[in-house]
């Protein structure tokens, strides 16, 4: 331990807090909350003690994961030896950081303590933070392999064994006509919805971004407002509208109430493109004999092509996910994905839901993912990041 930067009581005192804090978590699931905080602190201090006194970093954080591993095989089988080794290989790779001071890595020489805990805290709360908010997916996901009709992990299933997982729900889903239609509807109606609110929403961003238009910000304030008003008071306001014009229960009624939500944010993504837009090139072209639709197409709409697609993007989320409007404003034959979901979770509890939940967050993550690059591609356009 000669060659260790921090106290020995300080690293194995943090050491058997984090040891604590996972065992009131398998505790708890245990029956006895504090028996694992107590054996928990006990065994992440014991573990980094040995490590210390072995004095082989490498070695001894590979041996107390394998170690770890073994025992949460010969405890909970499987499911056991994939948490003892994450565990024990974490412990390890904490006790050293802490022991051969790397936390203060990141942080200037001269950061006081309470800076380096502040910044390791805020780190911590992050990290907390996304996963409450990412743990029902992670957990939605096993659970459409379900071999039963259970939402629930079966044993087989925590034991990794193949009998308990299927594609049942997924086979379901794609040979039902009820979801099928629900599929059919979704795919009708978003792409409607977001032409309309990519269509009108960046025709309104352009013109709002004209200086010499009158009360801009006003305007600006009621086309953003789905956005801040509850959907249940936007959607009762579309029924009571749609059943006097005779617009309730029909398609176009559908498109025209999800397009209502898509413009806000066809709206904003293109105003913050147009922010760094040059207009002399408009100028420019208008001297050169093009006139404004040319203009339009030629010079601006290129430049502001990833605010519009992002806009698009976020219009096509909004209306593929949206239950509420659709449950006021459309009828038996307008049923989307997310109302046949509703119906699923209300009447008839079918596992078929965590199929189509999953396959609703794949599309979610590739749009995400196609936002995330047309965003990047559109500040080095803009020379806001290098290329």
């Known amino acids: 331990m000669t060659d260790i930067k921090r106290p020995l009581p300080f690293v194995l005192g943090i050491v058997a807090a984090f040891g604590a804090v996972m065992g009131l978590f398998v505790g708890t699931a245990l029956g006895s909350g504090l028996l694992g905080i107590v054996a928990g602190a006990l065994l992440a201090a014991g573990a980094g003690f040995g490590l210390l006194a072995l004095g082989r970093e490498k070695e001894g954080r590979w041996g107390l994961a394998i170690l770890a591993g073994l025992v949460g095989l010969l405890l909970t089988g499987i499911t056991g030896l994939v948490i003892g080794f994450l565990f024990g290989w974490f412990v390890g790779w904490f006790t050293w950081w802490l022991a051969m ?198 010079v601006q709409m290129p430049l502001i092509l990833p605010g519009v697609i992002s806009g698009g993007l976020f219009a096509f989320i909004t209306s593929f996910d949206e239950v509420v409007i659709v449950l006021f404003v459309g009828s038996a034959s307008q049923k989307t994905l997310p109302w046949q979901m509703f119906i699923g979770l209300r009447e008839q509890i079918s596992p078929t839901i965590l199929a189509v939940a999953t396959i609703l967050v794949c599309i979610s993550i590739t749009l995400l993912a196609t936002l995330e690059f047309l965003r990047r591609r559109s500040e080095r356009l803009r020379g806001l990041s290098p290329s």
């Open 101 to 298: 001071n790397r936390y203060r890595d990141p942080m200037p020489p001269y950061s006081t303590s309470g800076q380096v805990l502040w910044h390791h805290t805020f780190r911590v709360i992050c990290g907390a933070i996304f996963v409450f908010l990412i743990t029902p997916i992670i957990v939605v996901m096993p659970l459409s392999f379900n071999a039963e009709n259970f939402f629930t992990f079966t044993p087989e299933m925590l034991r990794f064994d193949p009998e308990g997982y299927s594609l049942r729900h997924y086979r379901d889903f794609f040979n039902s006509s009820d979801w099928q239609n629900a599929l059919w509807n979704s795919v009708t109606i978003a792409p409607m919805a977001t032409l309309l609110s990519v269509i009108f929403g960046t025709l309104a961003a352009i013109g709002l971004s004209q200086p010499h238009v009158p009360f801009r910000r006003a305007i600006m304030a009621i086309l953003i407002s789905p956005m801040i008003v509850p959907l249940i008071i936007s959607a009762a306001g579309m029924y009571f509208f749609y059943s006097r014009i005779g617009l309730q229960g029909t398609y176009f009624g559908v498109v025209l109430a999800h397009a209502a939500l898509g413009i806000p944010f066809v709206i904003i993504t293109v105003t913050a493109t147009l922010v760094g837009f040059d207009r002399s090139l408009t100028r420019a072209a208008a001297n050169m004999g093009a006139g404004p639709v040319k203009t339009f197409f030629r």
